[in-house]
């Protein structure tokens, strides 16, 4: 053990140039394999280079990476297999390997992709495993992949949107582009959303490819929840994809509507108690803004009558308003005077004031004559006067009017008259029947209202003169008829009543004759004359009578010598012995148609009296009874039956006899199209009927003509339209029958498509008889709507009808569900507004055809127009399209984006409309 140092330190000696050389060689052998790691892949065994070792990229979210290619070459001298594969468990990261077994010197490629689609924002790495074979020996290299996915680059312009818009208006639409600047490429959706309820964006997203953009209407609504009245009002719209988010901030300056009005004070001049004549005042929606609003009209008292209490205007659009004032005494009219008030015309905070001046004044009494003049003379009795009483105005209306006298001998017909301005009553004046002589003056009153009155002066005067200038004569010459003349002369134009006396001694005269005289005309009273015998002496007196008294003529003496040598028979020839004229029986034809009546006995006289013939000369005959209207000689048994009255023209007893006598039976009085013959896309659609036409008795020899027309009956079914409404036609228009013809023929009557009703005017012509009716153009069922959980739009005359809101009782029903079922759903939501449904007869409902879109469907109360921009979100549009195809209506959206956007539904069973409106939808069945 004492020489073991020794050995110790020889072996030392001899190992440690051993382990020097070692040391070297390690650290060769490091230094060769640092070469071989920095070196290109290259296997000494598989002779194969890989052109990268690593890829990265970097995109947006949900867009994808442009792909790389990494080549794999084989550098040695004989065939390589090569396997590339990605990790599990990475589907952010695709390979498409081209290769296999690679022959020495060639190359292949592999495809390397990365997609950040569904994926949120940061770092995903992997690496991708090559694998060469060759002979029994193989080694594997990796090529590392990393993506970063980043928040997607959101362009904006502009960034903030600024309105100004009236009360209860919308704006303009204003646009702001969307821009898709990556990183990547591909396609991102980007949605659009809202934070007010007043903001309406127009979509709910872009889909946008990698460059590409979208343009964005925006407007906004000062109606709504979140809108109290006018000031400003902010929101913004946000623009998101993923975690890429941008804001547009939307500033909203609500201001009073612009509410112009075209005049600005209104003057009425009326009569007192009556009203004015209408005044007309134009109302404008000026914005700014677009839409419509309500704009009311009220005035401060209760004698201005304004016409309408609203007008639903859309901007640019105006209304008239008819406006008048009345004069009727009330707590705030009192009388004539001036009186003042005014009108306001409101919308949410704007307001337009008009200020109305009334004057009342005394009603214009119009009186003629403006005086009344009256004789009561002795034979007249009472000539009464007429005092015509108007009522001149100013203004409209009717007013009681007052008459009064102040005399009792004023007596008057009537003491009021209920008068129409322009209208006129005619009142009978009177003086009594007796009164002394002389002059009398009095008054009438004429009065309406508290202030209006006229004085009418009356003037009576009384004339006591004598009733006649009786006077006795002869008159020579005249004894043919009459055994000589007395004539009496009235002394006044008025007339008497007379009485003639005859005796044969002055003493013992009593009354032969009486009578009245007319006129101041001398009048004959001497038939008495014929009875006398002309061999005695007579002696006789006239007595007349007035309202004075009696006044008696003389006593005159008729002497029978006298009367022998002054009144002969005209052909006597003075021949005293003479023998009278043949005397003959006459028969009355007063028309002189050769034809008698039988009214009146036979006259016996030597000459024809007037209106009286011979028996022979009559043609009957010999029968004096044949002429039903001996006052018009256009009735004889000889006359022509005229067809077109209701007499007995030829006195057969008959009425109409040989003429044409016809009928009309129309197969119905009502005609309306069947629902089933209309379809949505159909033509223009009319109502047609049979009319069937005919003869009560053959026709006679000229055979017979029926004519056929056409009138419209003005504002029927609904409609307000300028000139006449459309008229229907009838095919033919004339339809003929032979002579001995009564068979029924038909004619076509085919309606306009507007509802109303036509008067078809039917002419026999030969008759000259009308057989008119009239045809009730309608849809039959048709209800009004209303009642239900929604509001009407009501237009009225504004919109060119008078209503446009009827449909059929189970179309009513149906709508009313669908409108619950909304409201229950959506209880804060705005409810549900119909803007068009059918007219109240149905019918054409675009008269000039120039509404768009075209409202063809909406004839026959099956269809119902629902103003969308009502049914806010995407949430509650669903829901509503799902309530009405379950309640059987089939929604389709009309003039989407535009300002007149409405859901159109269809509730007739129109197979299409189902599949088409309610796809995925539970449908009525």
Known sequence: MRDFPQRRLSIERTVRPLLSLSKFLGRLLSLVMLVYIFMPVSYADAGIDISKSSVSATVGENLKAPSESVIIKNTGEDVVSITVSKPSGKDWLGVNSGCGSLSAGSSCSVSISMTGVGKTTGTYSGSIKVKATYENSSSTQDILATLIVVPLNIEVSPSSFTYTVGEGLRSEWKSFKITNNGPGYGYAWISISNNKSWISDGKSGCNLYVGKSCEVSVRVNSKGTEVDGTGTYTGKIGIKSGSAKKTVSVTMNVVPLNIGVSQGSLSYAVGEGLKSEFKKFKITNNGPGYGYAGI???????????????????????????????????????????????????????????SVTMNVVPVDIGVSPGSVSMALTPGCGRLSKTLTVKNNGPGHGSLGFLLSDNKSWILRARSSCYLNVGGSCDVSISPPSKSPSGVYTGNISVTTGSSSKRIIPVTMSVNQSPAFDPAGSFAEGSCSEYKGDVMITPSTECGATYSVLVGTTPDNLIEVESGETVGAEPVNVSEFLEELDTTTD?????????????????????????????????????????????????????????????????????????????????????????????????????????????????????????????????????????????????????????????????????????????????????????????????????????????????????????????????????AGVSLDFEMDIKVSSLVSLGGGDYKLKKMGSDYGHEDMYSAQSWVKSAFGRIAAAYHKKFPKASLLVVTDASLPQGGLYDYKKTWKPPHKTHRIGTDIDVRSWNIKGKKNREEFEWYACKNGGFPMLEAPGKTNEHYHIFFAPYSSRAAKYCKDKEVVK
């Open 538 to 766: 007579y002696y006789y007196q006239v007595v007349a009578v007035n309202d004075v008294g009696t006044t008696e003529s003389e006593v005159v003496k008729i002497s029978s010598e006298d009367f022998q040598n002054e009144c002969r028979d005209d052909d006597s020839d003075s021949d005293p012995d003479s023998e009278p004229c043949a005397e003959l029986n006459w028969y009355k034809d007063y028309d002189n148609d050769g034809y008698g009546d039988g009214s009146a006995e036979a006259q016996v006289a030597c000459e024809r009296p007037d209106g009286y013939k011979l028996l022979e000369e009559l043609n009957s005959g010999g029968d004096i009874d044949t002429d039903c209207n001996d006052d018009d000689n256009t009735f004889s048994p000889d006359a022509e039956e005229v067809c077109s009255d209701t007499i007995d023209n030829n006195c057969n007893d008959e009425v109409n006899e040989g003429c044409c006598e016809g009928y009309v039976k129309p197969s119905s009085m009502s005609v309306w199209p069947l629902i089933s013959s209309y379809q949505y896309a159909g033509a223009d659609k009319y109502a047609e009927m049979t009319i069937s036409v005919g003869l009560k008795e053959p026709a006679p020899k000229d055979g017979c003509t029926m004519t056929f027309s056409v009138e419209p009956v003005q504002k029927t079914g609904g409609h307000l339209h300028e000139g006449s409404r459309p008229k229907g036609t009838v095919t033919p228009d004339k339809v003929v029958f032979s002579e001995g013809s009564k068979e029924e023929q038909e004619v076509k009557y085919k309606s306009s498509e507007v509802s109303g009703s036509d008067k078809v005017k039917v002419v026999l012509q030969e």
């Open 296 to 354: 009311s009209i009220s005035n401060n008292k209760s004698w201005i009558s304004d016409g309408k209490s609203s007008c639903y205007l859309y901007v640019g659009q105006s209304c008239e308003v008819s406006t008048r004032v009345a004069a009727s005494i009330s707590p705030e009219v009192d009388g004539v005077g001036v009186y003042s008030g005014k009108i306001g015309v409101y919308s949410g905070s704007a307001k337009k004031i008009i």
